[in-house]
T-cell receptor, first 111, second 114 residues
Framework: ELKVEQNPLFLSMQEGKNYTIYCNYS?????LYWYRQDPGKSLESLFV?????AVKQEGRLMASLDTKARLSTLHITAAVHDLSATYFCAVDGGSARQLTFGSGTQLTVLP | DSGVTQTPKHLITATGQRVTLRCSPRSGDLSVYWYQQSLDQGLQFLIHYYNGEERAKGNILERFSAQQFPDLHSELNLSSLELGDSALYFCASSLSWGRATEAFFGQGTRLTVV
């Protein structure tokens, strides 16, 4: 059974600081997704990582994938308040390529 | 806007009742996935349909069922509702099945069972 673990679960950081969210998964997969969710809202796709060594950047967020270590990271650079949200990683697998989600990291950026 | 439409957005109902949640996938997408998001269980896969046929089941209770119609919209039926069924229910659609294609999520239906 595919398991996806994220840490930390909660993250409070000061504006302007850098931090990294980690996502480990238990079995081989060739796609990893990062989503953002604002309270009560839908899941917004941030990144789709397709292969070992993939790195994608959008604004202050950068995601990477190491398939050998079964690890993805989401790095936040010079955080701003607008980044406050819950971030999920998800790995696809199973017969229907359904997504298995991590528990989410609730990020709060403090002024 | 992802192009996936879910109705209703909010639903409040009593224990023991039955409700139907509706999902219209993006134009051209043949796959529909249903997920449940609750505080204690997180985001969990429920069931997948492709072009009208059920393809995979996840942690879906026997009280729950789904179908996908010829026009590709899908409905999730929840019956004999319990307080613990209160959650946000998402559907997602993707182009195909069996090959990894990105899934796009609807806005969700928030179900509250009282």
């Amino acid at each position: 059974e595919l398991k996806v673990e994220q840490n930390p679960l909660f993250l409070s950081m000061q504006e302007g600081k850098n931090y990294t969210i980690y996502c480990n998964y238990s079995t081989t997969s060739d796609r990893l997704y990062w989503y953002r969710q604002d309270p009560g809202k839908s899941l917004e796709s941030l990144f789709v990582l397709l292969s070992n060594g993939a790195v994608k950047q959008e604004g202050r967020l950068m995601a990477s994938l190491d398939t050998k270590a079964r690890l993805s990271t989401l790095h936040i650079t010079a955080a701003v308040h607008d980044l406050s949200a819950t971030y999920f990683c998800a790995v696809d697998g199973g017969s229907a390529r359904q997504l298995t989600f991590g528990s989410g990291t609730q990020l709060t950026v403090l002024p | 806007d992802s192009g996936v439409t879910q109705t209703p957005k909010h639903l409040i109902t009593a224990t023991g009742q039955r409700v139907t949640l509706r999902c219209s996938p993006r134009s051209g997408d043949l796959s529909v996935y249903w997920y449940q998001q609750s505080l204690d269980q997180g985001l969990q896969f429920l069931i997948h349909y492709y072009n009208g046929e059920e393809r995979a089941k996840g942690n879906i209770l026997e009280r729950f069922s789904a179908q996908q119609f010829p026009d590709l919209h899908s409905e999730l039926n929840l019956s004999s509702l319990e307080l613990g069924d209160s959650a946000l229910y998402f559907c997602a659609s993707s182009l195909s099945w069996g090959r990894a294609t990105e899934a796009f999520f609807g806005q969700g239906t928030r179900l509250t069972v009282v």
